[in-house]
């Protein structure tokens, strides 16, 4: 398999123009928030569309394959436009956050329709699909509002876990299930991914999380809940900061690993372990500010 970084590359552009092809014409979709849903590394949409190259090569996507990734990516489009809100964030994808050029109002009912249409996407091929989409984005809910307003009684290091595992890992993980899925897998190999995607997720908000904590000019940010707050909560002391995140990190990053180690039981053919386990760290490189161009 081509490294995932070169993959994303690759599938971007045909992930951009089903995305372009679902939001137009009779979708009912303002015209001032295609922009928005019409940027974007496509992560998740590129890690589904990367298991299924793996568990069922073939010289491109197939039609259902492509849908769910962008379903991913629109499901993912509209929870941004909500973060932002939340966030009080003023900037995304290289332009100004919705909830300031049109207002909260219209921002929410954006995100509402937006949130349509992956729906859509996944229904035609089952019922399956639209019950995981709608698992996801309940668990999703429920992360953001333990991140924003307090979650369980919990040591900081599990409360932490838990949130970025639903408000980041779960669409992951759905991506990485949904991949296995369209490739004709069976349940313990759909299982085995979701595990995986859920690992890349973790990964990948910890990067996100460690990326705030090191920019300059976060002091307004330090100040409201959030998760790279939580994060900084399991850290014991204030000597070895930087190490001690590298470490968790890090573990998260191996722990994304060993899921393909269980999957492989599952009859994954192991060629794709090794590739799989790297795009992981390229997961976390782009998250951290090696870019690949957004196109």
């Not at 009912?28 to 589904?48: C, Q, S, T, Y």
Request: with cysteine.
């Amino acid at each position: 398999m081509i490294p995932f970084r070169e993959f994303l590359l690759r599938i971007r552009p045909a992930v951009n123009r089903r995305i372009a092809e679902t939001t137009g014409g009779k979708a009912d979709i303002d015209p001032d928030v295609l922009p928005l849903l019409l940027k974007g590394k496509r992560m998740r949409a590129g890690l589904l569309l990367y298991i299924h190259a793996g568990l069922a090569p073939a010289a491109a996507p197939t039609r259902q394959a492509l849908d769910l990734a962008s379903a991913v990516e629109l499901a993912h489009a509209a929870s941004l436009i909500l973060d932002d809100m939340l966030d009080g964030d003023t900037a995304r994808r290289g332009a100004p956050s919705l909830h300031l050029t049109r207002g909260d109002g219209r921002a929410v009912l954006d995100a509402v329709g937006i949130l349509s249409l992956p729906y859509a996407l996944a229904a035609p091929y089952g019922p399956g699909y639209v019950t995981m989409l709608a698992s996801a984005q309940r668990r999703m809910a429920r992360g953001v509002a333990w991140e924003m307003f307090g979650g369980p009684d919990l040591p900081p290091a599990e409360l932490y876990d838990a949130i970025v595992a639903r408000k980041t890992g779960c669409l992951f993980s759905l991506a990485a299930a949904w991949g296995a899925m369209a490739a004709g897998e069976e349940d313990a190999v759909v299982t085995a991914f979701g595990e995986f995607g859920l690992a890349a997720g973790k990964a990948m908000q910890v990067a996100d999380d460690i990326a705030d904590l090191s920019a300059p000019g976060t002091g307004a940010r330090d100040s409201r809940p959030g998760s790279e707050a939580l994060l900084l909560r399991c850290v014991p002391g204030n000597n070895g900061t930087r190490q001690t995140l590298g470490r968790i990190l890090e573990r998260e990053v191996s722990g994304a690993a060993a899921r393909i180690v269980n999957a492989g039981r599952c009859r994954v053919p192991p060629v794709v372990w090794e590739p799989f386990g790297q795009a992981v760290r390229d997961i976390v490189g782009l998250t951290m500010g090696e870019e690949v161009p957004a196109g």
